[in-house]
């Protein structure tokens, strides 16, 4: 037994050091116990042989002091990344809701209840009372006071108790050794996040950061809101300008639709107004050039009425045509995408029934001019301009020289052209009907009834024919 004593006071020497570390004790008879702290040893971010880390240096932040910033291992390079180690969790709550805990098996109150006799008890005081002051006076001041110390006495003793679990303060020399753009960085790094990855356990790629556009007040979703008056103010202040702010929004995406957020950075575009004004992009979706696409002319700060005439340069061909405002619909609308439906089925329906339509007959001829009236040949580029046929390859099929840049077309279909009108007093053949091949000089035209008065040159005649039966004559004789 003095053995085991002796050998066990010898261990309790040799192992003092570690009484504070390892949890060791030494109890009256010399035994010594030794009590392994199960909190988890800190675990190093970092150090594994990833390839993504593999050929970057890494920086690990041990501690912040008054010194400044001490670092585990060389110091860092001008490019090398710093890491902040993750800390463990030591947040105990058990401490903070002792009154929360349950409570041990032997100390568990039990409630009885008492049955009180009927009527009156000795002892109890019934009704309300009023409650009055002690000896000496000033019995109520003083509860306050004590309530008060009492109070502040508590907030004390919770304020030292918090100050506990905080670090101590770091100096500007710290602050200076840890740049702030690369605080945030750090943190991530200690946490397990690689350059390059999204945030998150589950995270597959790197997700940009977003932000709402925020909506006019009291807009209900898909409404646009109504045109505000401008008021331009007689006197402004310094800083201020006439002109009202813009109505910022977000562009618009590549579906067409509106979007409400945008990517950092991203900036925002004014709103279009509502109808039709100088410099916006329309689409015309009744008439003659129905499915094509234009900038309408004119002011900017003009909206046009239904009913009135606004000049359209077409997308494709850069012609500029003449078009009702109301039969113009915004990029993208509900009434943009029924009109094209609409055009869609027209083409089938044309398509499946043809026979007898008189302007399928082949009117073509050399030295008439005439007009693409196709909205697809050639992407569109090719729409309302003009050219003179100069040779006819087959019935319907010819060869036209354009008259605005003089560009050979070959092999153009005659379902893509429809004859061009001189003005008053020009030539004209009529390539239709029973005068077709005589040749004649126009006197006047009716663009409503779609006629024209023509006076034969052979015969000295007059004759009124048809728009469709006559094309501008460019040759010199019959």
């Not at 689409?283 to 009425?305: P, Y």
């Not at 990029?331 to 029924?338: A, F, H, K, P, T």
Request: hydrophobic share 35%.
């Amino acid at each position: 037994m003095g053995m085991e004593v002796a050998e066990s006071g010898f261990a309790a020497a040799s192992h003092e050091s570690l009484a504070t570390a390892n949890g060791t004790a030494t109890t009256a008879n010399g035994t010594v116990r030794f009590s392994i702290s199960s909190r988890k040893r800190q675990r190093v971010i970092g150090t594994s042989n990833s390839s993504d880390r593999e050929h970057e240096a890494v920086e690990f932040v041990r501690s912040v002091d008054e010194i400044g910033i001490q670092v585990v291992g060389e110091p860092s390079s001008s490019g090398a990344a710093m890491v902040i180690p993750r800390l463990e969790n030591s947040w105990k709550p058990e401490k903070r809701m002792k009154n929360l805990m349950s409570a041990p098996e032997d100390s568990v109150q039990e409630f009885v209840g008492e049955v009180l006799p009927a009527g009156p008890v000795d002892g109890v005081q019934y009704g309300l009372s009023v409650r009055s002051s002690k000896a000496g006076g000033g019995s109520v001041k003083t509860d306050i006071m004590e309530a008060r110390e009492l109070r502040a006495k508590l907030d004390k003793e919770a304020l030292v108790d918090h100050l506990e679990f905080l670090p101590e303060s770091a100096s500007l020399a710290a602050y200076d050794a840890m740049p702030v753009e690369k605080f945030g960085q750090a943190l991530l790094l200690g946490m397990g996040w690689r350059d390059g990855r999204g945030i998150g356990r589950r995270a597959t790629e790197d997700v940009k950061a977003t932000e709402f556009v925020r909506r006019p007040e009291r807009l209900g979703l898909g409404a646009v809101p109504a045109p505000k008056e401008e008021k331009k103010k007689k006197v402004i202040k310094p800083g201020e300008s006439r002109e009202a702010k813009p109505d910022l929004v977000a562009p618009v995406g590549p579906d067409g639709k509106v979007r409400h957020r945008v990517e950092i950075g991203e900036k925002l575009v004014e709103r279009a107004k509502r109808g039709v004004y100088g410099g916006k992009v329309m689409t015309i979706v009744s008439g003659r050039h129905a499915g094509l696409r234009g900038e309408v002319l004119g002011r900017k700060d003009k909206v046009a009425n239904p009913g009135e005439v606004v000049g359209v340069k077409l997308a494709g061909s850069g012609e500029t045509v003449e078009v009702d405002a109301k039969n113009l619909a915004d990029v993208g609308s509900v009434e943009e995408e029924n009109a094209m439906k609409r055009l869609k089925e027209l083409r089938i329906q044309r398509g499946d029934g043809g026979g007898d339509d008189e302007r399928a007959r082949p009117w073509l001829r050399s030295q008439i001019r005439v007009r693409v009236v196709s909205k697809r040949f050639q992407g569109g580029r090719l729409y309302l301009k003009k050219g003179r046929v100069i040779d006819v390859v087959a019935p319907t099929v010819c060869h036209i020289v354009l008259d605005e840049s003089g560009d050979l077309v070959e092999e153009v279909k005659q379902e893509y052209l429809e004859t061009a009108i001189p003005k008053p007093g020009g030539r004209v053949i009529v390539v239709g009907g029973k005068l077709r091949g005589s040749i004649g000089k126009l006197l006047e035209r009716d663009s409503k009834k779609q006629v024209a008065v023509v006076q034969m040159e052979e015969s000295f005649e007059m004759a009124t024919l048809d728009l469709d039966h006559l094309a501008e004559f460019t040759g010199d004789g019959a």
